[in-house]
């Protein structure tokens, strides 16, 4: 079966740290750029982080620079987020999502709708509050 699974949400108190799994089953996550993004409520879709699987490129929004990492663990089939210092703005929900074949740079992967995805998962409630 072909699925993403997001994993490693909760809540956590401003100043913690989380580390979000984006876990791929059915496919191999190293053909596929993969982002972050996340749903806050009454906000739109957010590119928070994404990784090109074309040129190894990574990208972050603004609010997310020096504070979060996205990695991949090929041998795990997984890419990570870590996200450090959070603050309750990046509260909502993190999804995982994928694509391949329009050979994005990361910048660019972050930007697109989820309609070119070609997979995503069903999301990790990330809650930052004190």
């Known amino acids: 079966q072909v699925q993403l699974v997001e994993s490693g949400g909760g809540l956590v108190q401003p100043g913690g740290s989380l580390r979000l799994s984006c876990a791929a089953s059915?496919?191999?996550?190293?053909?596929?750029?993969i982002g972050w993004f996340r749903q806050a409520p009454g906000k739109e879709r957010e590119g928070v982080s994404c990784?090109?699987?074309?040129?190894?490129?990574?990208y972050y929004a603004d609010s997310a620079k020096g504070r979060f990492f996205i990695s991949r663990a090929n041998t795990k089939n997984t890419v990570y987020l870590q996200m450090n210092s959070l603050k309750p703005e990046d509260t909502g929900v993190y999804y995982c999502?994928?694509?391949?074949?329009?050979?994005?740079?990361?910048?660019?992967?972050?930007?697109?709708?989820?309609?070119?995805?070609?997979?995503w998962g069903k999301g990790t409630l990330v809650n930052v509050s004190s």
């Open positions: 999502e994928a694509e391949r074949g329009r050979h994005l740079q990361a910048q660019a992967m972050c930007a697109i709708s989820r309609r070119y995805m070609d997979y």
């Open positions: 059915g496919f191999t996550l190293d053909f596929y750029s």
């Open positions: 990784i090109s699987s074309s040129d190894g490129s990574t």
